[in-house]
Nanobody, 121 residues
Framework: QVLLVESGGGLVQAGGSLRLRCAASGRTFNARAMGWFRQAPGQEREFLAAITMSGSQTRTTDSMKDRVAISRDIAKNTVFLQINNLEPEDTAIYYC??????????????WGQGTQVTVSS
């Protein structure tokens, strides 16, 4: 079992930045990668970025490539998602996941509880 705990969400004004954090514990060697997704009310879960457990490979959704960066602290088993120039449309629950190095949410076996990000205009 892998336990994932997100933090760092909150209320931010448009144009601001946030750094989301995901702390992993448990049998993390079961996972090949960690990813970030988000889901807004009434919307499908959307892939944002992923990083391999070694940190050697990353991938980011094209639509947010200029505003999003994923990184990890291997020693602390933590993954970060930096989001810059936030827009009201970024308002959603942001989820961390562990699984395969993929943009498909079904390829991830473990999920955190999510952290709410709200962007005011």
């Amino acid at each position: 079992q892998v336990l994932l705990v997100e933090s760092g969400g909150g209320l931010v004004q448009a144009g601001g930045s946030l750094r989301l954090r995901c702390a992993a514990s448990g049998r993390t060697f079961n996972a090949r990668a960690m990813g970030w997704f988000r889901q807004a009310p009434g919307q499908e879960r959307e892939f944002l970025a992923a990083i391999t457990m070694s940190g050697s490979q990353t991938r980011t959704t094209d639509s947010m490539k200029d505003r999003v960066a994923i990184s990890r602290d291997i020693a602390k088993n933590t993954v970060f998602l930096q989001i810059n120039n936030l827009e009201p449309e970024d308002t959603a629950i942001y989820y961390c996941a562990a699984g395969y190095f993929s943009a498909v949410w079904g390829d991830y076996d473990y999920w955190g509880q999510g952290t709410q990000v709200t962007v005011s205009s």
